[in-house]
């Protein structure tokens, strides 16, 4: 069964600096997807960043943008000039590309935004 | 567009009793995944719908149940409630079921079970 850490569970990051946030996952698979997701206090839950395990290079949103290392089975989310918005539970999430393959998600770190 | 919708937001049961759980996928959306939230485990899938059909079910016992309607509305049942089932139920919704289709979330529905 595949498995997905966040090491971190709480982190914190002083406006316009940036963070980095850990995740690694376990699978025997080769094709798969990973994802971010944030949830902010009291808010929906919605999608960051995604990555397909096949592509080499590094998925980036706006001032997010991850660290994909397949072999090491290793995503790390990184945020660039950080906003007191992006306070936040960030799941790392895992699904594989396989039919009936549902999600798997990380624990989740805490992201506290200080002025 | 309207988001996904989930009803009601906040309910509080006593054990033994059962409830039911309401989501609306937007529009054109024709796949609804359910999620248990809680703090010590965090974020478990629950199952998954695809034009009125179960496509994949996790790992929670009998007393959990779910049913999609041809307009795509899901609902979620819990039977005999117990304190462990207090729990933030998210509901998300999809075009397909892809993997490579974006899962958009609901508020959530907050359960209390005393």
């Known amino acids: 069964a595949q498995t997905v850490t966040q090491s971190q569970p709480e982190m914190s990051v002083q406006e316009a600096e940036t963070v980095t946030l850990s995740c690694t996952y376990d699978?025997?698979?080769?094709?798969?997807?990973l994802f971010w997701y944030k949830q902010p206090p009291s808010r929906q839950m919605i999608l960051v960043i995604r990555q397909e395990a096949y592509k080499q290079q590094n998925a980036t949103e706006n001032r997010f943008s991850v660290n994909f290392q397949k072999a090491a089975k290793s995503f790390s989310l990184k945020i660039s000039d950080s906003q007191l918005g992006d306070a936040a539970m960030y799941f790392c999430?895992?699904?594989?590309?396989?039919?009936?393959?549902?999600?798997?998600f990380g624990p989740g770190t805490r992201l506290s935004a200080l002025p | 567009k309207a988001g996904v919708t989930q009803t009601p937001r906040y309910l509080i049961k006593t054990r033994g009793q059962q409830v039911t759980l309401s989501c609306s996928p937007i529009s054109g959306h024709r796949s609804v995944s359910w999620y248990q939230q809680t703090p010590g485990q965090g974020l478990q899938f629950l199952f998954e719908y695809f034009s009125e059909t179960q496509r994949n079910k996790g790992n929670f016992p009998g007393r959990f149940s779910g049913r999609q309607f041809s307009n795509s509305r899901s609902e979620m049942n819990v039977s005999t409630l117990e304190l462990g089932d207090s729990a933030l139920y998210l509901c998300?919704?999809?075009?397909?079921?892809?993997?490579?289709?974006?899962?958009?979330f609901g508020p959530g529905t907050r359960l209390t079970v005393l």
């Open positions: 998300a919704s999809s075009f397909g079921y892809s993997s490579t289709d974006t899962q958009y």
């Open positions: 999430a895992y699904r594989g590309n396989n039919y009936g393959q549902n999600f798997v």
């Open positions: 699978t025997s698979e080769s094709d798969y997807y």
